[in-house]
């Protein structure tokens, strides 16, 4: 059965520091997206992607988030400079046209 | 105001038998979807069941069935004879808008089901 997956499964990085977390979504979706989950709380929406642009996101993505899809099968989300509150695990999800969104086992970022 | 409403953040049932799982929502769109996922101690969030708005039977898959009153906004997931193995969180979730697209999913809280043997 085809799934999402995710790399790596837990980063740990320096506060400040550039971080890219990597998916690959199952390969006859078109739509993306990026979750994130602070431990013990609610998903969060972070952001959509569809047709190689940014079609909504959150107010918790600022200029501090951006997302790509290099190369057509990668869709990554860096974040720049990253904080103390963004630990937290991100999940990817794709879907294809009206069916639900599959989740990938999500990366968990503890930034210190 | 909360779009989603998960009042349970904790529920217990002794295996074999049946749990439901409540869930509230709040929307003006007459269009949207009504999703459950699982996301046990390992962390990973698993699809369980979908019911649309338009959708005139309840969604049912295996063991799960969605108890959907349209009227009273509410999207109850009934587990049938129950595992060790559903021991998890449970999370709620409304996707608003038309199908196709790029609606977002809009969380609950989630309940912590245990499964006591």
């Known amino acids: 059965e085809p799934e999402v997956t995710q790399t790596p499964s837990h980063q740990v990085t320096q506060m400040g520091q550039e971080v890219i977390l990597r998916c690959v979504p199952i390969?006859?979706?078109?739509?993306f997206y990026w979750y994130r989950q602070i431990l013990g709380q609610k998903v969060e929406f972070l952001v959509s992607?569809?047709?190689?642009?940014?079609?909504?996101k959150s107010e918790i993505f600022d200029d501090q988030f951006s997302v790509e899809r290099p190369d057509g099968s990668n869709f990554t989300l860096k974040i720049r400079s990253t904080k103390l509150e963004d630990s937290a695990m991100y999940f990817c999800?794709?879907?294809?046209?009206?069916?639900?969104?599959?989740f990938g086992p999500g990366t968990r970022l503890t930034v210190l | 105001a909360q779009k989603i409403t998960q009042t349970q953040p904790g529920m217990f049932v002794q295996e074999k038998e049946a749990v439901t799982l409540d869930c509230t929502y709040d929307?003006?769109?007459?269009?949207?979807?009504l999703f459950w996922y699982k996301q046990p101690s390992s962390g990973e969030m698993i699809f369980l069941i979908y019911?649309?708005?338009?959708?005139?039977q309840n969604a049912t898959e295996g063991r799960y069935s969605l108890n959907f009153q349209k009227a009273r906004k509410s999207a109850n997931l009934v587990i049938s004879a129950s595992q060790l193995g559903d021991s998890a969180m449970y999370f709620c979730?409304?996707?608003?808008?038309?199908?196709?697209?790029?609606?977002?999913?809009?969380f609950g809280k989630g309940t912590k089901l245990t499964v006591n043997p």
């Open positions: 929307t003006s769109d007459p269009s949207y979807g």
């Open positions: 979730a409304m996707r608003e808008g038309t199908q196709g697209g790029s609606e977002k999913l809009v």
């Open positions: 999800a794709s879907a294809a046209e009206g069916l639900p969104g599959f």
């Open positions: 992607f569809y047709n190689n642009e940014i079609s909504e």
């Open positions: 390969s006859n979706h078109l739509y």
């Open positions: 019911q649309g708005s338009y959708d005139q």
